[in-house]
C-alpha cells in the first residue's frame, strides 16, 4: 500500500467514523450515537474541558477527512461521511451537564436541527464546499442544540419537563 492510499483510506476511515456513515437507513443517527458516547465518555473522563479539547482538536481532523471522502465519493456531504455529526453532537452536548436526560434531549435536538437546518445551517450547507461546508453546517446545528439544551437545563425546565413525563407516565 503506497502513501497516497494510505492517507486516502485513513481520511475515508475517520470521515466514516470508523464505518458508522454505512450504517444502512441511519448513517448520521449512527454518528451522531457515536458522537453523543464520544461526549459522554470525555464528560465523565475530564469534563467540559476534557470534551472541549477534543472538539477543538476533531474540527480541523474533520474538515480535512471530509474533503478526502468527498474526493472520493464524487459527490459533496455524500451520506456516508458522518464524521460531521460525531462532532455537531459533542458541540451539543459541550456546555450541558453530563446525565441521561440532558444527553437525551442534547442527542434529539441536534438530530432535529441537523435535520431541519435553521439559518445559519442551511446558509453553509449551500455556500459553503468542500469539507468545510460538510462539518461547518453541523457545528451550526451543535451550537443550536447545545443553546436549547442549556437553557432547559439551567432554566429548571428540563427538571420540571422530566417531574410531569414522569407523572404522566408513571403516576397512573
Known sequence: MDRVDLKRRFGL??????GAGYVPGAPGTAGSLLG???????????????????????????????????QHYGQHDSCHIVIDEVVGQMIALLPTPCDPATVLFGFGFFRLFDSLKPFPARWIDRHVGGGRGVVLDDVAAGVQAALVTSLL???????????????GFLGR
Open 36 to 70: 453523543a458516547l464520544a461526549a459522554w465518555g470525555l464528560h465523565w473522563a475530564g469534563g467540559w474541558p476534557a470534551l472541549a479539547v477534543a472538539v477543538a482538536l476533531l474540527l480541523p481532523i474533520s474538515v480535512w477527512a471530509a474533503d478526502q471522502a468527498e
Open 13 to 18: 476511515a475517520v470521515a466514516t467514523a470508523c
Open 153 to 167: 437545563v439551567y432554566s429548571g425546565l428540563l427538571g420540571k419537563l422530566l417531574a410531569w413525563m414522569h407523572l
